[in-house]
């Protein structure tokens, strides 16, 4: 059982405080860590704690609890089934039962703990719970929305609670609740968490993105604010986000091919973004991803230009010429392509777009964290990592296309 005992065995980060800095008891508990720093299993241990009324987390079960992530699957396969999930931290005897199709977790004494998505804020409105685990909040695409809703529906119990477990980044809503005092804030670095990790992959890491902008976030868990040289920044791309779409007369897919698919290549940017009739440009998907061989990444930007029903894939050809048209045709031959070539540098393509951007010409259709991370990040010298900026590649070509190019405005082409 002394393996069982996690209060015995965790590091201080990853127990609840007594208090906020208000001194009063705290409402919200935020962990903020780096990747592999022991955040989940902070919150699974956290929820079994309440479930079954074990001090330090409480002194009886408490009954509702809300387990809110990104996604279904990332309830699922994170906070639920995942290694350092609610099913793995607790002893055969104590484990609850899992019923996948109802999203719900039940323990022997009662108490249930039930999953919902960030995708669909409306799924909590109705519920009422005793304790709510929100994890990775930072990339939430619908966060404000999502939070509010639950919020309103954590009324049961004498003294309600929220533990949040995320990698930080600089979103208004993670701002809010660093600065209430009824907040308690605990941190932790990947690093802390070495004994669990394997040695390669924390020295792989460490080397290469130690000391920059991005280690300190993903690694330290710290919150990094924007460049003073940023083309973009938070504040204005929180203006500029938007629930919904007008009807758009022009929609496209654009592709940022890596020059490699092996492991620790660029990334593949693809974005998708179309224009209503006044002209302004809305950014629809981010499906940018590593490490794909280009038949996979050409099968994702089709996927994507077949979901938005998009007029045209437009692709950089710098890096691979004929090769990017080719691809994308042994996936779908009847996609049409227009093949655009860099023949300027990377921060002077995006200026015409962050111009675009400061004059509230362009909008985002929800929340795109990695893409958003990059645009802040993007200052007169590249990616503070050294990195290539892939996906803000993609967005500069799917903007020029719409509202820069010498097609730009032009109505949609599909059944003519």
């Known amino acids: 059982m002394l393996l069982a005992d996690w209060a015995l065995w965790a590091r201080p980060d990853q127990l609840p405080p007594d208090t906020a800095p208000s001194g009063d008891p705290w409402s919200t508990w935020l962990v903020l860590g780096g990747r592999g720093a022991g955040k989940t299993r902070a919150g699974a241990e956290w929820v079994r ?18 387990l809110v992530a990104e996604t279904m699957a990332d309830v699922r396969e994170v906070m639920v089934e995942g290694v350092s999930g609610l099913l793995a931290v607790h ?105 669990h990790l394997a040695p390669s992959f924390l020295g792989q890491v460490l080397t290469r993105y130690g000391g920059t902008r991005l280690g300190r976030q993903e690694l330290d868990g710290e919150l990094i604010e924007d460049r003073a040289d940023a083309l973009f920044s938070r504040p204005a791309l929180e203006a500029l986000r ?61 996927a994507l230009f077949r979901r938005f029903e998009a007029d045209l894939i437009v692709a950089e050809v710098n890096q691979g010429g004929e090769m990017v048209r080719a691809v994308i045709a042994e996936v779908d031959d009847g996609v049409p392509v227009e093949q655009v070539r860099a023949t300027r540098g990377k921060f002077l393509r995006a200026e015409p777009v962050a111009a675009l951007y400061e004059q509230g010409r362009v909008r985002h259709a929800g929340a795109f964290p990695a893409l958003e991370d990059e645009m802040c990040d993007f200052g007169t010298d590249g990616l503070s990592s050294g990195r290539s900026p892939d996906r803000l590649d993609a967005l500069v070509w799917a903007v020029t296309a719409l509202a820069l190019g010498p097609k730009a405005g032009a109505p949609r082409v599909r059944g003519l």
Request: glycine residues 8%; aromatic residues 6%; proline residues 9%.
């Open 91 to 195: 002893p055969r005897a104590e484990r609850p039962r899992w019923e996948p199709t109802r999203r719900r977790l039940e323990w022997a004494n009662g108490a249930v703990a039930q999953g919902f998505s960030a995708e669909d804020p409306e799924s909590l409105r109705g519920p009422q719970f005793a304790a709510a685990w929100l994890d990775e909040l930072a990339k939430w695409k619908r966060a404000e929305a999502t939070f509010d809703m639950l919020q309103f529906g954590l009324r049961l119990g004498a003294q309600p609670r929220q533990m949040v477990t995320t990698t930080p980044r600089p979103t208004a809503l993670l701002r809010r609740l660093l600065a209430d005092p009824s907040t308690a804030v605990t941190r932790a670095r990947t690093a802390d968490n070495a004994f």
């Open 242 to 302: 938007e629930a919904q779409v007008p009807p758009l007369t022009r929609i496209v897919v654009a592709v940022d091919p890596p020059a490699s698919s092996r492991a620790g290549a660029d990334a593949c940017g693809i974005v998708c973004a179309g224009m209503d009739a006044t002209g302004v440009v809305h950014v629809l998907a981010d499906d940018s991803a590593a490490g794909l061989r280009p038949a996979q990444w050409a099968a994702k930007a089709v």
């Open 49 to 66: 704690g309440l479930a079954l009324g074990r001090p330090p987390f409480a002194g009886r079960p408490v009954g509702r609890i809300a």
